[in-house]
């Protein structure tokens, strides 16, 4: 024991306990290194990710938190309203260790009935009329329709695919030469009830040659009416899952193909669209607004990449201008992930991807147009608003 004297005190130090203090800090470093290096080593799919802990998070409440701060200090719990429940923490902890839920069902039936994780799907933003009861769902066609070398005949095609003669305003801004919007169709064939001629079963709503990829047209057109350079890619996934046997279910790993050459081969394009249709029918997916119908929007989400935050806010930003300017045209936001279900839907290619499901099986060419037109006002304002607080000076239109 060494005696340290000063003019107020005497300090004792011990040299055992200052050795105990030194090899506990160098423990405790070696530990931090030990577990860093370990979560180095592991495989990316078993490494802590931002949508883990978004995961373990959801059901933490703020009410929650009061509840376990009070458990220390009992000022807290005066915050909180007298019917407030206390959280049953071996319920919570239950979840987190299995991911089964006892207030929801779903979560154990739809690891054990076959297709059942289709409705495996979350509501993180409900629009107007949005339930569990009818939150979009995709269905993959039947075998025989996608083996068939015969399609329905089309009808009702008038006007599909024209530009409006209308002339419009040159946009105050505008990308010039780059091309800065994607878009394209992972589920290229989903296509609609009313232009198939014959067709009434909404599983067979499928065609090579009028679907989803002739919304894309309209968007463009839209789009670079307000001043963003568009590219829209018509490339045939299904064909392609054909020639390379490969399945229905392999739809997005085809497609991320073509969107991986599409983003190395341009830099500029950074907001990547992918447009499908719902199976949804019509009363679910149909609005009519100031005297027009309008197929509705609903925003869906992969929870299992590194950029689920920012494309969740880019996702939530466009839901907020709907409700503030189109208000119940937006079914909301959706999040999918788990067994059964992609996961990424190529939204880890950048931090601005969403999948927009337009409308139902029964939508009209006409009612998509008209939504066509809606989702390119709310995507423009976002993005001349994101460029001017990047700093960014758009290039005026007379000189692109």
């Known amino acids: 024991m060494k005696f340290v004297k000063s003019d107020q005190m005497i300090v004792a130090v011990k040299g055992s306990s200052l050795l105990k203090v030194i090899i506990g800090f160098a423990g405790f470093l070696l530990l931090i290194f030990l577990i860093s ?14 949508s883990s802990v978004h995961s373990a998070t959801t059901n933490i409440t703020g009410e929650m938190l009061y509840h376990l701060l009070g458990w220390e200090n009992h000022y807290f719990l005066q915050g909180l309203p007298e019917s407030s429940p206390t959280p049953e923490l071996t319920q919570y902890l239950f979840r987190l260790s299995t991911n089964v839920s006892l207030d929801d069902p779903r979560s154990l039936l739809g690891r054990e009935l076959p297709a059942y994780s289709l409705f495996d799907t979350e509501i993180l933003v409900a629009g107007e009329g949005t339930n569990y009861t009818n939150m979009p769902i995709e269905s993959a066609p039947p075998l025989e329709v996608l083996q068939a070398e015969k399609e329905a005949a089309l009808q009702n095609t008038e006007g599909i695919g024209e530009q409006d003669d209308v002339e419009k305003d040159t946009p105050p801004n505008t990308t010039g030469e780059r091309k ?39 968007l463009k057109e839209e789009l670079e009416a307000r001043g963003i350079g568009t590219v829209v890619d018509k490339t045939d996934v ?44 019509k009363k679910d997916t149909t609005i009519e607004m100031n005297g027009k119908p309008y197929a509705k929007l609903a925003f869906i989400v992969g929870g299992e990449h590194a950029n689920y935050e920012k494309n969740l806010a880019f996702a939530n930003e466009l839901q907020g201008m709907l409700d503030q300017k189109y208000k119940g045209f937006s079914r909301g936001v959706f999040t999918k992930k788990g067994a059964g279900t992609n996961g990424k839907f190529n939204q880890d290619l950048s931090e601005k991807a969403i999948l927009v499901e337009f409308g139902g099986v029964d939508n009209t060419f006409e009612e998509l147009n008209n ?26 239109a007379n000189e692109s």
Request: aromatic share 10%; hydrophobic share 35%.
């Open 238 to 281: 299904q064909a392609n899952l054909s020639s390379k046997g490969l399945t229905y279910a392999q739809s997005y790993q085809e497609s991320r193909n073509v969107v991986e050459a599409a983003v190395s081969g341009n830099r500029d394009l950074t907001y990547l669209i992918d447009i499908h249709r719902d199976s949804r029918r």
């Open 180 to 218: 800065v919007v994607y878009v394209y169709f992972t589920h290229n064939r989903e296509s609609f009830l009313p232009h198939l001629k014959g067709v009434t079963d909404p599983n067979l709503a499928f065609h090579s040659q009028l679907n989803v990829t002739n919304i894309g047209d309209k």
């Open 37 to 50: 290096g370990l979560l180095t080593v592991l495989k990316p799919e078993y490494r802590p990710a931002s």
């Open 371 to 396: 939504s066509a037109v809606v989702l390119a006002d709310v995507i423009s304002e976002y993005y001349w608003q994101a460029e001017k607080v990047d700093g960014t000076h758009p290039s005026p």
